[in-house]
Structures are given as C-alpha cells and as structure tokens.
C-alpha cells in the first residue's frame, strides 16, 4: 500500500515533443504529489506539485494531471527540449507522516 | 536555492577506514533524511529524523549511523567502510508545518576501495 509505481524507466523524446510520465498509488492517505527534477552529480529538485483537490496544475511548460479516482498522475512536458533531460521521481506525501514513497524515477533525454 | 549542505561532495577511501557525512540545513526544518543512490537510479530510504534525539532506520537495510544532536546538523558515519557502500548519500529535509517539499542536498559520492 505504500508504493508508488512510476512508468516509464527510461524516454527519448524528439526537440520540441511531449514527454509523458506516469505513476499510480495505492494509500488514499496520500496528500500531496510532487514531481522532481534531478541532473546528474545533482540532489533532486521540487519541480511542481499537486494536491488532490485539484484534477491539474500547469506551471509554464511542465502539467500535472491527476485521477484521484483511479489513483494516478502524471507529468507532461511540452516543447520538450535538451535542457529537460534529467530524471524524473514522483512521490507522494501523506500530511503527518514522517517520510515521502518514491517512485523508482524515469531517465528522460531530450534530442536537439 | 534550498539552504541544505553536504560535505564532502566526494570522498575516495579505502576498505576499513570510518568516514563521516556530514549534513546541515538552516532553515530550521525538524525532519531530516538520508537516502542512498547509484547514479540515475531509486531514491532508498536509510534514515530519517522527526526531530533532535530522533532517529530511526529507513527502508533499505543500512550498516551507517546517524545522530541528531541539533536541529540543524544530521550527520552519517560509517564505521568501517566496504566496497559496497560505494554510494551516492543524499541529505534531504521538511518541516511538518510546511507544504511538504523536500529540499536536498547536492549529495556526497562515497568511493570505497
């Protein structure tokens, strides 16, 4: 009940594209879904994050979406470019709680 | 830029030797935790902290320690390094009444030889 199941482990997106990455829950105590960014030699980063009472949350070219009912989010990148290669964790939090699930992370490489 | 700092960022050691990661934060935050890494891969949970005099061990069996004597100061030891620790350890922290955003640290690459 406390996994975080990310897909996919690895994505090539052309310059330009949108790159999807999706992971499912399965503790509806969770109430907070963050997604991170991490560069290589680096320590993760908050990217953007979301709350169940809402079903998306857009912050420039990076979109959250969020199924509470099916117990799923997701991570659209569009105009995906080179800079974006990093990888990408999902997790979730529960309020209360004393540490975040995290998925096992998606290695996306942008193509100029 | 998260106010979180891990020294060193590398360390080449031989197999037997003690070594100590250290990891402070200014913020004030009350949870800290220690999370293992090879390159690109899975975040582990080794140990985490709700609070000075807190400390519990995280999900993957580790054989480091950790203390929590002040709020701000989070230190690994590993008391006879192996090969096998060769690791990245990042230092990462919350605080309870926040929006539950974890700042990190850039991390200490762990050579053993």
């Known amino acids: 009940q406390q996994q975080v199941k990310q897909s996919p482990q690895s994505l090539i997106v052309q310059k330009g594209g949108i790159s999807i990455i999706n992971c499912a829950y399965e503790?509806?105590?969770?109430?907070?879904f963050p997604w991170y960014q991490q560069f290589p030699g680096k320590g993760p980063a908050l990217l953007i994050a979301?709350?169940?009472?809402?079903s998306e949350k857009k912050e420039g070219r990076f979109t959250i979406s969020f199924n509470k009912s099916a117990k799923q989010f997701s991570l659209h990148i569009m105009d995906s470019q080179p800079g974006d290669s990093a990888t990408y964790f999902c997790a979730a939090w529960g309020s209360g709680t004393y540490k975040y699930i995290f998925g096992t992370g998606t290695r996306l490489k942008v193509l100029a | 830029e998260a106010d979180i700092y891990q020294t060193p960022r590398y360390l080449v050691i031989g197999t037997g030797k003690k070594i100590t990661l250290e990891c402070s934060q200014t913020m004030g935050h009350d949870k800290m935790y220690w999370y293992q890494q090879d390159p690109g891969m899975e975040l582990h949970l080794i140990h985490y902290?709700?609070?000075?005099?807190?400390?519990e061990k995280g999900d993957l069996s580790s054989e480091s320690t950790v203390s929590r004597i002040r709020t701000e100061h989070f230190p690994l030891t590993l008391e006879s390094a192996r090969p096998s620790h060769t690791s990245q350890y990042l230092c990462a922290s919350t605080w309870a009444g926040g929006t539950g955003e974890l700042f990190f640290g850039e991390g200490s690459r762990l050579t053993v030889l």
């Open positions: 902290s709700y609070g000075v005099n807190s400390t």
């Open positions: 503790n509806t105590a969770f109430d907070y």
């Open positions: 979301i709350r169940p009472d809402v």
